[in-house]
T-cell receptor, first 114, second 122 residues
Framework: KNQVEQSPQSLIILEGKNCTLQ??????????LRWYKQDTGRGPVSLTI?????NTKSNGRYTATLDADTKQSSLHITASQLSDSASYIC?????????????FGRGTQLTVWP | EADIYQTPRYLVIGTGKKITLECSQT?????MYWYQQDPGMELHLIHY???????EKGDLSSESTVSRIRTEHFPLTLESARPSHTSQYLC?????????????????????FGPGTRLTVL
């Protein structure tokens, strides 16, 4: 069964600190992995997307890594800001159909305190 | 920011009412999607469309229906709302993107999400 598991479920950090969110997946055949940021009451917004041959991808203070062999990804946030408080969702796409079906994790709820 | 809109943003209605959630995008995307999301849970695909007059049911069974008469418009309708329909409904549209990675061309489907409609059925 294709699944995407994220950890931790929730995380609280102080402003200015770094943090790392984890994503493990079993989706096969693998096409790409995306990280989305979803603010409360809003739709998800794409942060990064990586194919299986990419090991790391950065977008400002966000850096995503991918290990396609172990089927693991991480999202590292440096120098956190209050505006980083949101749910971070790991999404994996397969290559099994023209739809490019997406499998969503439940997200990690990040709270940044001043 | 993506040009995809949803109305209303919040809706509280009584059981048995018929409702239509609106979704429109101005990007000319052929593919559109409806997802349902409960708090702390993953998004579940309930409907999708490849283009005008094309609609399919998604992974999660839903009592809602959709229509795609125009490319930019993908409304979702509940004929008789029930408390079990209380949820957040997210609309998305997608475009194909091509990237060159390690000398090879990769095509992927980039999805853009609307702000969502929070539905509460009393």
């Amino acid at each position: 069964k294709n699944q995407v598991e994220q950890s931790p479920q929730s995380l609280i950090i102080l402003e200015g600190k770094n943090c790392t969110l984890q994503c493990n997946y079993t989706v096969s055949p693998f096409s790409n992995l995306r990280w989305y940021k979803q603010d409360t009451g809003r739709g998800p917004v794409s942060l990064t997307i990586m194919t299986f041959s990419e090991n790391t991808k950065s977008n400002g203070r966000y850096t995503a890594t991918l290990d396609a062999d172990t089927k693991q990804s991480s999202l590292h946030i440096t120098a956190s800001q209050l505006s980083d408080s949101a749910s971070y969702i790991c999404v994996v796409s397969d290559r099994g159909s023209t739809l490019g079906r997406l499998y969503f994790g439940r997200g990690t709820q990040l709270t940044v305190w001043p | 920011e993506a040009d995809i809109y949803q109305t209303p943003r919040y809706l509280v209605i009584g059981t048995g009412k018929k409702i239509t959630l609106e979704c429109s995008q101005t990007m000319g995307h052929d593919k559109m999607y409806w997802y349902q999301q409960d708090p702390g849970m993953e998004l579940h695909l309930i409907h999708y469309s490849y283009g005008v007059n094309s609609t399919e049911k998604g992974d999660l069974s839903s009592e809602s229906t959709v229509s795609r008469i125009r490319t930019e418009h993908f409304p979702l309708t509940l004929e008789s709302a029930r408390p079990s329909h209380t949820s957040q409904y997210l609309c998305a549209s997608s475009a194909h993107r091509d990237r060159v990675v390690s000398g090879r061309s990769r095509t992927y489907n980039e999805q853009f999400f609307g702000p969502g409609t929070r539905l509460t059925v009393l």
